[in-house]
């Protein structure tokens, strides 16, 4: 988009910058996703959190869903609609906490129903509100390649497999939840069914509902939303139910950047290393876990006639706090601004303080242009996290 000069001169030296523009075109593709599937798209807060945009969010999904209760609370106050819950256990002083948040909550396994099961029981005697609860699934297939965010691998604990379960849904459950992607594409989510519907077909019958979980790439440029649509569809129409998707990365996918700036720039043994004020294992931790590399803007990945090659480092300790070689157009300068593209999702929600380091900016560019401070943080967010 076109950002107005003073507005760019305006956002701080290290700054997360979403664009309001291109999450409501990320936003409209799920408004039609649901649209035309009968199923409901809600906002993995794991994924994006920015609640300083859940008025605009809300206008084109119906909830949130959770993975504890500060998200759950998260969830209520800030977003409203629908809450959903699922996490691998529950802790005992969180659960009527969460009860009077949530719509509905997922259990890991038979065991953590078996628990709670009394106070959800009873909470439905004492309310008029009803939690719809269900049990996760393991349909023991996945497509994930990294084992950091593969649930399917030997001696996971995320999921309950179909001999666990048996023929019937246990008493009181109403749903199934299964999440087993990670920015994969729909003809993906098709060989899951597959065997989702072989182990777990006869339990969808009895259910009310599914859900499919996050890791569907809605808004990347190659993804098969129709097949999506359809297979939603599908699901629905066969088993008479309703059914969910919980994507977090695909709501602010492309949204936004995260703005740095150059503090030194040294040669190590013929490479040159530029220093930021950012941090990649603090700020940008995904990098490092998936591992990815991110694009920066106007650079790209170097060749051996590229005269002007940079590493990226950040400014912790940390000896691999650094990110591989960028080829740029000109030599860097000290002070000089760099652009990591496509910094919303997943980031912010993983932040940290390590070594002191502070904390980014977060701000907004609407779709006039201008840029608004939403923001900033300093000392006092280091020191309240510790005692």
């Given at each position: 988009m076109t950002v107005h000069h003073d507005a760019f001169k305006a956002i701080p030296p290290a700054c997360y910058v979403l664009e309001e523009s291109l999450l409501r075109k990320n936003l409209e593709l799920m408004r039609y996703v649901q649209a035309q599937s009968g199923g409901k798209i809600?906002?993995?807060?794991?994924?994006?959190?920015?609640?300083?945009?859940?008025?605009?969010?809300?206008?084109?999904?119906?909830?949130?869903?959770?993975?504890?209760?500060?998200?759950?609370?998260?969830?209520?106050?800030?977003?409203?609609?629908?809450?959903?819950?699922?996490?691998?256990?529950?802790?005992?002083?969180?659960?009527?906490?969460?009860?009077?948040?949530?719509?509905?909550?997922?259990?890991?396994?038979?065991?953590?129903?078996?628990?709670?099961?009394?106070?959800?029981?009873?909470?439905?005697?004492?309310?008029?509100?009803?939690?719809?609860?269900?049990?996760?699934?393991n349909p023991e297939y996945s497509e994930v390649e990294t084992d950091l965010y593969n649930p399917c691998i030997p001696g996971t604990r995320l999921g309950t497999t179909v001999d666990k379960i048996g023929d019937k849904l246990p008493d009181g459950i109403e749903g199934l939840h299964f999440h087993t992607l990670c920015e994969n594409n729909s003809d993906t989510l098709e060989r899951?069914?597959?065997?989702?519907?072989?182990?777990?077909?006869?339990?969808?019958?009895?259910?009310?509902?599914?859900?499919?979980?996050?890791?569907?790439?809605?808004?990347?440029?190659?993804y098969d939303v129709e097949r999506l649509i359809r297979l939603i569809k599908h699901i629905r129409e066969t088993y008479e139910i309703e059914v969910f998707l919980e994507p977090g990365e695909a709501i602010g996918w492309q949204t936004g950047f995260l703005a740095a700036r150059v503090l030194d720039i040294l040669d190590s043994k013929g490479i040159k290393v530029a220093v930021l004020n950012v941090s990649f294992t603090a700020h940008m931790p995904d990098c490092l876990e998936m591992p990815y590399k991110p694009r920066i803007r106007g650079a790209a990945d170097p060749n051996e006639n590229d005269?002007?090659?940079?590493?990226?480092?950040?400014?912790?300790?940390?000896?691999?706090?650094?990110?591989?070689?960028?080829?740029?157009?000109?030599?860097?300068?000290?002070?000089?601004?760099?652009?990591?593209?496509?910094?919303?999702?997943?980031?912010?929600?993983?932040?940290?303080?390590?070594?002191?380091?502070n904390l980014p900016s977060i701000g907004i560019i609407r779709p006039n242009g201008a840029f608004e401070l939403i923001k900033s943080f300093g000392y006092q967010n280091y020191k309240n996290r510790l005692s």
């Open positions: 809600i906002c993995a807060l794991k994924g994006f959190a920015m609640f300083s945009t859940f008025a605009i969010v809300r206008e084109y999904l119906p909830g949130s869903t959770a993975s504890s209760l500060n998200e759950a609370l998260l969830g209520q106050e800030e977003f409203g609609g629908e809450v959903h819950l699922c996490a691998p256990a529950y802790n005992p002083e969180d659960f009527k906490d969460l009860m009077h948040c949530c719509d509905h909550i997922t259990f890991n396994t038979l065991t953590q129903w078996e628990l709670f099961k009394p106070q959800i029981e009873n909470y439905h005697e004492q309310n008029n509100k009803k939690i719809s609860c269900a049990i996760r699934i899951t069914l597959q065997h989702v519907e072989q182990k777990f077909g006869h339990l969808l019958h009895q259910a009310k509902w599914l859900n499919m979980g996050g890791g569907h790439h809605i808004t990347r440029a190659d005269a002007f090659v940079y590493r990226m480092g950040g400014m912790s300790c940390l000896a691999g706090d650094q990110m591989g070689d960028y080829a740029f157009p000109e030599p860097l300068q000290v002070g000089q601004r760099i652009i990591f593209e496509d910094m919303i999702h997943y980031t912010m929600v993983k932040t940290t303080t390590f070594n002191g380091v």
